[in-house]
């Protein structure tokens, strides 16, 4: 049932990211739900000017930057029945004393898992057409590629090997299908009609490896996939292979890759790495066969006001007695990131 009256809710996140998440409309639709002043963004339980509000939230409108939700930051919110992530993962952000008091989670993760899958079919694509080789080449030599030297690349049945049916691993089998493309699955969660269904033919981790041209990383970051492609499995993929990791840096042997890329053998898209950053004299940053970009397949810009609008939604469906469309729950934490 819909509650008589709107839920009071307190934003706690860095307030850098506040403007882009709920621009102004969108901060009035939210306003026109819920008790909550624009002008408060709580970054420390523990700050004596948010004592009131936090004591009186029923809601918490959460993003980067939120403070961990642990025991002692709930002792200050009593109240408190529903966080809504306006990010994505909440892994970090949930302590345990969330879960055992019942209080309810959702994540933006569905909706930041759009532009990650967008810049990796944007980098599938343009990686089967060397089209980085050849910006490389044409900056070098100011000539036009002969015949020859683009006898190798072109997108026509390209195998592009996906691991993880994640938010992102299936926004991205969406993405892919009107390409020429075989695609391939490898997800412990997902049998062979699953993932027929979501448009690729299921293998098991290595046979993805061996078989594909292009493997691109979806799996969440947990204590059993840290180092899910160590030297063995790399060693897998077929020579002139390309890794892209938008995922986690922690997925990939770091030393191991960078022996193969040292060596020319493999190419790779990188968005996360571990550490990240790289140090300043890693050869990643000069590898011609390396694209490095500094995580920015997330959500950026005017891609963040996706991310507000779930979370706007979710408060919407809380005060008129709905489920939440996007609820996190504690046994999913096993097996996402």
């Given at each position: 049932?819909?509650?008589?009256?709107?839920?009071?809710?307190?934003?706690?996140?860095?307030?850098?990211?506040?403007?882009?998440?709920?621009?102004?409309?969108?901060?009035?639709?939210?306003?026109?739900?819920?008790?909550?002043?624009?002008?408060?963004?709580?970054?420390?339980f523990?700050?004596p000017?948010?004592?009131?509000?936090?004591?009186?939230?029923?809601?918490?409108?959460?993003?980067?930057g939120?403070?961990?939700?642990?025991?002692?930051?709930?002792?200050?919110?009593?109240?408190?029945?529903?966080?809504?992530?306006?990010?994505?993962?909440?892994?970090?952000?949930?302590?345990?004393?969330?879960?055992?008091?019942?209080?309810?989670?959702?994540?933006?993760?569905?909706?930041?898992?759009?532009?990650?899958?967008?810049?990796?079919?944007?980098?599938?694509?343009?990686?089967?057409?060397?089209?980085?080789?050849?910006?490389?080449?044409?900056?070098?030599?100011?000539?036009?590629?002969?015949?020859?030297?683009?006898?190798?690349?072109?997108?026509?049945?390209?195998?592009?090997?996906v691991?993880?049916a994640?938010?992102?691993?299936?926004?991205?089998?969406?993405?892919l299908?009107?390409?020429?493309?075989?695609?391939?699955?490898?997800?412990?969660?997902?049998?062979?009609?699953?993932?027929?269904?979501?448009?690729?033919?299921?293998?098991?981790l290595?046979?993805?490896?061996?078989?594909?041209?292009?493997?691109?990383?979806?799996?969440?970051?947990?204590?059993?996939?840290?180092h899910?492609?160590?030297?063995?499995?790399?060693?897998?993929?077929?020579?002139?292979?390309?890794?892209?990791?938008?995922?986690?840096?922690?997925?990939?042997?770091?030393?191991?890759?960078?022996?193969?890329?040292?060596s020319?053998?493999?190419?790779?898209?990188?968005?996360?790495?571990?550490?990240?950053?790289?140090?300043?004299?890693?050869?990643?940053?000069?590898?011609?066969?390396?694209?490095?970009?500094?995580?920015?397949?997330?959500?950026?810009?005017?891609?963040?006001?996706?991310?507000?609008?779930?979370?706007?939604?979710?408060?919407?469906?809380?005060?008129?007695?709905?489920?939440?469309?996007?609820?996190?729950?504690?046994?999913?934490?096993?097996?996402?990131a």
């Amino acid at each position: 049932m819909p509650s008589a009256q709107p839920p009071t809710a307190v934003f706690a996140m860095d307030p850098v990211h506040l403007p882009l998440l709920f621009p102004p409309p969108l901060m009035a639709r939210l306003r026109r739900t819920a008790a909550i002043d624009p002008d408060l963004v709580v970054r420390d339980f523990g700050d004596p000017a948010a004592a009131g509000p936090s004591a009186a939230a029923e809601v918490l409108v959460t993003g980067w930057g939120c403070p961990r939700l642990d025991a002692a930051a709930l002792e200050v919110l009593p109240r408190l029945r529903a966080v809504l992530h306006a990010a994505g993962s909440v892994r970090a952000l949930v302590g345990e004393a969330v879960w055992e008091r019942g209080i309810a989670v959702s994540s933006a993760a569905a909706a930041n898992a759009v532009p990650v899958a967008e810049y990796t079919l944007a980098m599938i694509l343009l990686a089967g057409k060397d089209a980085f080789a050849h910006r490389e080449r044409y900056r070098a030599t100011h000539a036009l590629p002969p015949a020859a030297g683009t006898a190798a690349a072109g997108n026509a049945g390209r195998r592009v090997g996906v691991v993880g049916a994640s938010r992102v691993g299936r926004r991205l089998l969406e993405l892919l299908r009107p390409y020429d493309f075989e695609v391939l699955l490898s997800d412990p969660y997902v049998d062979a009609a699953e993932a027929a269904a979501l448009g690729a033919r299921a293998l098991d981790l290595e046979d993805l490896l061996r078989r594909s041209d292009v493997v691109t990383l979806h799996a969440p970051d947990l204590p059993g996939t840290r180092h899910l492609l160590d030297r063995a499995r790399l060693a897998l993929i077929r020579d002139g292979g390309v890794l892209i990791n938008t995922a986690r840096g922690a997925l990939v042997d770091h030393d191991a890759l960078t022996a193969e890329l040292v060596s020319g053998r493999l190419h790779a898209v990188l968005d996360v790495t571990e550490p990240e950053p790289l140090p300043a004299g890693s050869p990643l940053f000069t590898l011609p066969n390396v694209v490095l970009t500094p995580h920015i397949a997330g959500s950026l810009g005017n891609e963040l006001e996706r991310l507000g609008r779930t979370a706007v939604g979710e408060l919407e469906r809380l005060a008129a007695g709905l489920p939440l469309a996007h609820r996190v729950r504690r046994a999913d934490l096993s097996r996402i990131a």
